[in-house]
């Protein structure tokens, strides 16, 4: 077999170790090896973290993850970080709580919480829960509800705690009033449909009847096989073309919600006239009990009870008798024995429900589909859209929340040790997420009309609004701001440039940097910028305010010393170089950012940065600029193109990559040249002493070559030591990218090996002719040093307007080289790396925004996507590329009608809303020719058309033009599009063209277009195809959601013992991974709350390991939270909940519960098929796990069909001579084997056998296993033979030997999920588990000895193939 490693391109750092591992000769694996990058994370790893199953805990949003404080001494480091965490974890203890009319019970409290935190769990236990005012007390004392509990005194194990009831104020009734109301809708999922209050849907335990981890003891085990109903709904079957929508919200029985109360309202008496304020009414609530009697409530400062008003009379005086209670509970539980009754069954449900399926997420999650929920009155909802609910929404005195200064003092907090990190990281997590969450709901009133503008005179589309402490601005061209670049196509792509320029600078973190809090909404077609305000900002001009930068790209400049020795620190990490430009003035102004990068010092005194668009350098490949000429890669694939606009820059993820790119080449260049030199001085030196024995010369300067050779290759190699040396503390000043982090702990940084004398190696750099050997490799990379290695970019080459001094023209010459080099770079490197990762199966997008992510962490943005199809086009293996270009087609498809969809609301009048949404997706996806629109018949048009007003919504106005939209013309606008766009021609007319052309699903393009443009349409079955009638109507669009950008901030300690946690499993010791493992679930845990994406992938290893370690039922519970974290953070048909069920259903399987198993892999697969279809190399995996499953159940039949369906993709997509299909093979041959169909069984298995001995050769133990079975499927069927001849001979009365017919065994079963899942345990014995950790130890010190520069060729050890027990 060919080594991979030879044809893996230079410039792929992140050239998976697993593929090096595959060809050092264990072939055996192969096949599993390739499912180990399985779980949807596609991202490159490093060689030294290689991944366990490819999980990183990549937040999978669009960000690259940019670490702090690099993990170049992640060794090191270790030590110091495990003091740390001891210091987090102390003991806990327990304590006694006492609440009035319950027995007390113990509590597990830690020192480290609050108070306020027990608060919390008592509000949420079944038998307190309804108290919301009341204080704890330790003997009497009232304890302070912010105080740790350590800091108190004579609290110690077995204090006991009173619950003492308090008196009222206005503010406690609401916060009563709202929990009640909370309490009963807590199992109500129409917050999740209405994507309010971070709630989200989990469909989980509807698949396994409740918790896992205890209900799985409580069942049958196993052996009651014939009890278990496995045909799955006819349209799960392989083959089958129907594709129903309904199933992905299964209806669950639990909510159909037990009603306690019909209304619970605020009374229309509010609030308490003064004289009854004075008797202590706080305010009056009007409710219908289920036994429709009609009650009106006094909330007063000592509880709740019945006056004697009714709808239209006001009497405060209490009723007789008036049930004062504490608690509108224990109220309603003496008037209503129904509330009673139905109150009680419905805390006994909340409470079994796993916690998991109720916490709030961090950011919310919005579902693109919904049943028609019935709408019910609701106090609470209603007071809170008519009241910007600031009074209470959280706990803070003075109302508003300023938002500027909470996101600016988190950052400001110390972070000297663990625990003072992640109390910052907490407070930057929590502030983060409270900010997006209200700039979001800022935003959509702004576009509703529910807020007046701060320029109330001007045009709507020029408004500027502040709400709520946040500025919004709209994403349109004001006052011809982009004009030089493109108008409103500039002004819309600016804010997402600039949030990732905030994104940037924040996750470089320099102390005494700030930058705008910013959220970017996209919504009913506008796009929205929401931004914390700048203190004192409103009340100056901002041409006095400007102390950096520039106000009017470029023109006119000024710089300011304290803001470029604060930008001098990123300057490094982001790869910017610090230069000069010409002011007005013709004066040279010095920089170290973009010109547009404005510096402003706000009455606080802190330094901001704002308008960070251009912090990464312009893309050449589609911004052609006259008199420059693109290298000839680039110009082969027709670039440069003209573009929308000029703003369109390089990826991060790009120039973290190309830098990388160029250290490899840079340190070959620099070895090569000094070996070269050494060759030579060597045999100079030698020549003049051996003159005469002319034949000595020959015999001993070939000698003093090789030994010359090799001292230079000593010499290189330890002063490649110093080089990493130096880029280690580097690498703890710059986040080296996660993503794309290969073998060299961080490259850029002067990394100058005359600086690092560290006794390892006399500097090669006192030697002048060294020095021009790292003079010149450092010419040929273009590093702007010419002592060290060094690649930073301008930013301001080829902006319009920006000036340079004559004096640097040649270092604008050389950045404008790089530049160019790093635009050809992405299309003649990136595009291939991810093609092939494609074509290996590294990478696996599965839908539009898997793809997505898999092009961004390469650094290739969504604009080159039809570059990038046109590339799989050409490629040669295009047939195994399929799923991929059907992917990249839909994609490309839904983001053309996208941006039509954008300017096509912005036309739509808020009544038509529906409407117009129902139409435009009737023509881009409904067969029905003619498409009509109905223009709403309103129900009140009156005669008189009202008089425009010059406040209007931004763009309503009468205007119908929407309605002229027709199917033909829409999909030419799409094509059209993606021609101009994406420079990809589509020849479709039709929705039908393009699915017959493509192979698309009308199911998955509207899933798309609903995820990307916020649609939320009724759960039902479309008819798509019906040409009669149009597939949607107004009825069937229920919303339109907001689509939000914003920052998610890092934990970067937990991150760092994540990542140490999988090189440790790397290396085989699994007992200390899984140590770390959990150690940095804690940190999560610590930053984020309990539900994260990272937290997520956390326990996905976790269960992973466990189930490695033999542990299955902590398994099977780490993967169920991992399962409801996923499709409440994520969504539930995510990719990644897809793969998720998948390992659930596996550990199901391992612990008996075979039913639970088969519903887990019929819903992974119902999944997979509403969103990728069929026909995708995954589905093989899918259906070989159900055929198993299956199999094992002795539904042969069944099992036949999943199977063969399973060898048909794998044949398809890796080649008829894969591992994997001989695999497939074989377990088809197995159930042919348990139905006694001998032929068939052997001639799959000769397939098989013929694969093995191919490509492993005879001698393999495969070829071997693969032949002994053959031996035995031959011997069945002479035997089966014979019984038959001998029955056909003497009929009735013959001698029949039984013939073996067994049911496979469960482990044998088991055995093969595992390998096909990538699980593969190797029995070692003692003696070979010395050599292998005497093996790791010594690749550890060759590792410190700096030898890490060449990736090593045998790859660390993979988990995925070959677990050694410990």
């Not at 298995?1245 to 031996?1271: F, P, R, V």
Request: one cysteine or more; a negative charge; hydrophobic letters at 35%.
């Amino acid at each position: 077999m060919v080594s991979k490693t030879d044809d893996i391109p230079a410039s792929v750092p992140n050239c998976n170790p697993v593929d090096l591992a595959d060809d050092a000769g264990d072939g055996a694996y192969h096949e599993s090896s390739k499912t180990r990058l399985k779980d949807s994370c596609e991202c490159g790893h490093s060689g030294d973290t290689a991944m366990v199953n490819g999980d990183g805990a990549h937040e999978h949003t669009e960000e690259a993850e940019v670490k702090q404080d690099g993990t170049g001494e992640a060794d090191g480091g270790e030590e110091s970080n495990e003091q740390e965490v001891i210091v987090i974890q102390d003991t806990g203890f327990t304590v006694k709580i006492q609440a009035p009319g319950t027995e007390p019970f113990d509590l597990q409290v830690s020192p480290q919480e609050m108070v306020q935190e027990i608060h919390q769990v008592l509000i949420d236990r079944e038998d307190t829960c309804h108290r919301t005012c009341f204080s704890l007390q330790l003997d009497g004392n009232v304890l302070d509800n912010f105080a740790e509990l350590k800091s108190i005194e004579g609290l110690q194990e077995g204090s006991l705690l009173k619950v003492v009831e308090e008196p009222y104020t206005v503010r406690e009734a609401r916060i009563h009033v709202r929990h009640i109301r909370d309490l009963l809708k807590s199992l109500d999922p129409s917050d999740a449909y209405n994507g309010v209050d971070c709630n989200s849907l989990s469909f989980l335990s509807l698949f396994t009847d409740g918790d896992l981890g205890d209900s799985g003891k409580r069942k049958k085990k196993g052996n009651d096989l014939e009890q278990i109903d496995c045909t799955p709904p006819e349209h799960i079957l392989p083959g089958s073309k129907d594709r129903p929508l309904v199933p992905l919200q299964p209806q669950n029985k639990d909510w159909k919600p037990m009603q306690c109360l019909k209304v619970l309202t605020m009374s229309g008496w509010n609030p308490p006239p003064g004289n009854r304020k004075m008797h202590g009414d706080l305010m009056y609530l009007y409710m219908v009990t289920v036994e429709e009697r009609h009650i009106s409530v006094t909330a007063s400062t000592r509880g709740f009870y019945l006056n004697q008003s009714t709808t239209y009379t006001f009497n405060p005086k209490p009723a007789n008798p008036s049930f004062l209670s504490h608690s509108l509970v224990e109220l309603l539980s003496q008037i209503s024995p129904a509330f009673k009754k139905n109150f009680t069954a419905l805390q006994k449900k909340r409470v079994q429900r796993h916690p998991f399926e109720r916490i709030a997420t961090p950011f919310q999650v919005y579902s693109w589909t919904a049943p028609q929920v019935d709408h019910a009155m609701d106090c609470v909802r209603a007071e809170d859209a008519y009241t910007s609910r600031l009074g209470y929404e959280e706990h803070i005195p003075g109302q508003t929340r300023d938002w500027n200064e909470e996101l600016q003092t988190t950052r400001e907090l110390p972070r000297k040790n663990l625990p003072e990190r992640l109390l910052r990281e907490r407070a930057i997590f929590k502030v983060h997420s409270d900010f997006a969450a209200a700039a979001t709901r800022g935003a959509m009133a702004v576009i509703d009309g529910n807020v007046m503008a701060i320029n109330p005179g001007e045009e709507t589309r020029m408004q500027m609004f502040i709400w709520n402490n946040i500025f919004f601005s709209l994403g349109f061209d004001v006052r011809d701001h982009y004009r030089e670049l493109g108008g409103d196509a500039a002004a819309h792509a600016a804010p997402t440039n600039d949030l990732n320029g905030v994104r940037a600078y924040g996750a470089v973190d320099v102390e005494g940097l700030y930058t705008l809090g910013t959220v970017v909404v996209d919504y009913r077609g506008y796009r929205v910028t929401a931004q914390s305000i700048i203190p004192g900002i409103l009340e100056r001009e901002q041409e006095q305010s400007v102390i950096y930068g520039s106000i009017d790209f470029g023109k006119t400049v000024v710089s300011h010393n304290k803001y470029l020795e604060l930008l001098e620190k990123t300057s490094r990490p982001l790869k910017v170089q610090r230069h000069d430009v010409l002011n007005e003035k013709n004066d040279s102004v010095d920089l170290c950012s973009s010109v547009e990068c404005k510096g402003i010092i706000g009455n606080d005194g802190r330094h901001y940065i704002l308008d960070l668009l251009r912090t990464f350098p312009p893309d050449l490949n589609f911004l052609p600029v006259d008199g420059e000429e693109l290298p000839p890669e680039s110009r082969h694939q027709g670039f440069p193109r003209q573009h929308r606009h000029r703003l369109a820059c390089l990826r991060q993820e790009l120039i973290e990559a190309f830098v990388e790119h160029r250290y490899l080449l840079f340190m070959k260049m620099a070895a090569l040249q000094l070996m070269q030199q050494k060759a030579n001085k060597d045999t100079k030196t030698d020549r003049p002493a051996i003159t005469e024995k002319s034949t000595e010369i020959n015999a001993d300067s070939s000698q003093t070559q090789t030994t010359a050779a090799d001292s230079t290759a000593t010499e290189v190699s330890s002063d490649s030591t110093s080089l990493t040396d130096n880029s280690t503390s580097a690498a703890s000043q710059s986040p080296p990218d996660s993503e794309e982090n290969s073998t060299t702990p961080t490259t850029n940084g002067p990394v100058d090996p005359a600086t690092t004398q560290n006794g390892e190696c006399k500097s090669p750099l006192e030697d002048p002719r060294s020095r021009e050997v790292v003079l010149n490799a450092c010419k040929a990379v273009g590093s702007i040093s010419n002592t060290s290695f060094d690649i930073r970019f301008n930013p301001d080459i080829f902006s319009p307007g920006v000036r340079f001094p004559d004096d640097s023209a040649s270092d604008v010459q050389k950045q404008k080289q790089l530049l160019k080099d790093a635009a050809a770079f992405l299309v003649s490197c990136q595009i291939p790396s991810l093609v092939k990762d494609c074509l290996d199966h590294s990478t696996l997008p599965m839908d539009g925004a898997t793809l997505t992510e898999a092009l961004h962490q390469r650094g290739i943005n969504a604009r080159y996507l039809g570059t990038v199809l046109e590339f799989v086009d050409k490629t040669p293996a295009k047939a195994q590329l399929e799923h991929f270009y059907r992917i990249g087609i839909s994609e490309l498809i839904t983001r053309c009608a996208k941006h039509i969809f954008k300017t096509y609301l912005q036309g739509v009048e808020l009544s038509a809303l529906s409407a117009a949404v129902s139409h435009f997706l009737n023509c881009l996806l409904s067969s029905f020719p003619d498409a009509v629109a109905h223009l709403p018949l309103d129900e009140l048009v009156s005669r008189r058309k009202s008089r425009k007003r010059r406040n209007r919504v931004p763009g309503s106005g009468d205007n119908t033009a929407w309605a002229s939209l027709t199917p033909s013309e829409l999909w030419k606008n799409i094509a059209s599009e993606a021609q101009s766009y994406y420079h990809f021609t589509i020849q479709c007319e039709s929705a039908d063209q393009v699915v017959e052309k493509y192979g698309l699903q009308k199911s998955t393009l509207l899933r798309e277009i609903s995820i990307k443009t916020g649609i939320q349409i009724l759960i039902k079955e479309y008819n798509f195809d019906s040409r009669h009638k149009p597939a949607f109507t107004e009825e069937d669009i229920l919303n339109i959601f907001p689509v939000v950008k914003h920052v998610n901030p890092k934990a970067s300690d937990a991150f760092h013992f994540f990542q140490s946690g999988q090189a440790k499993v790397q290396q085989g010791f699994l007992k200390e991974g899984c140590e770390l493992i959990n150690e940095a679930l804690n940190l999560f845990n610590n930053v984020y709350g309990p539900m994260h994406v990272e937290i997520c992938a956390c326990l996905r290893l976790l269960a992973r390991l466990n189930y490695i370690m033999g542990d299955h039922a902590e398994a099977l519970s780490n993967q169920q939270k991992a399962v409801l974290m996923s499709e409440r953070v994520l969504g539930i048909e995510h990719p990644n909940t897809i793969q998720e069920y998948m390992h659930l259903a596996l550990y199901c399987f391992a612990n008996g519960q075979l039913s639970t198993a088969l519903k887990l892999l019929y819903r992974a697969r119902y999944l997979m098929l509403l969103v990728c279809g069929e026909d995708h190399p995954e589905m093989a995996l899918l259906d070989s796990n159900i055929g198993l499953v299956l199999h094992g159940v002795m539904e042969y039949d069944l099992s036949l069909r999943f199977l063969e369906n399973a060898l048909a993709i794998n044949t398809k997509y890796h080649g008829p001579r894969s591992l994997k299909v001989a695999l497939s093979h074989h377990l088809v041959a197995r159930v042919y084997e348990s139905k006694a169909e001998f032929r068939s069984a052997l001639q799959h298995e000769k397939e098989g056998y013929t694969i093995y001995k191919n490509q492993m050769g005879e001698a393999h133990e495969k070829t071997k296993e693969s032949s002994e079975y053959l031996k035995y499927l031959t011997q069945q069927a002479v035997a089966l033979q014979r019984t038959m001849n001998e029955i056909y001979k003497n009929g009735s009365n013959a001698s029949i030997t039984p013939l073996k017919f067994t049911a496979p065994s469960m482990a044998s079963i088991l055995e093969q999920l595992n390998i096909i899942n990538g699980i593969i345990f190797i029995p070692l014995s003692q003696k070979d588990l010395e050599n292998l950790k005497a093996e790791v130890q010594r690749r550890q010190q060759l590792q410190e000895l700096g030898k890490s520069e060449e990736p090593a060729e045998d790859g660390p050890l993979e988990l995925d193939d070959k677990i050694p027990i410990d």
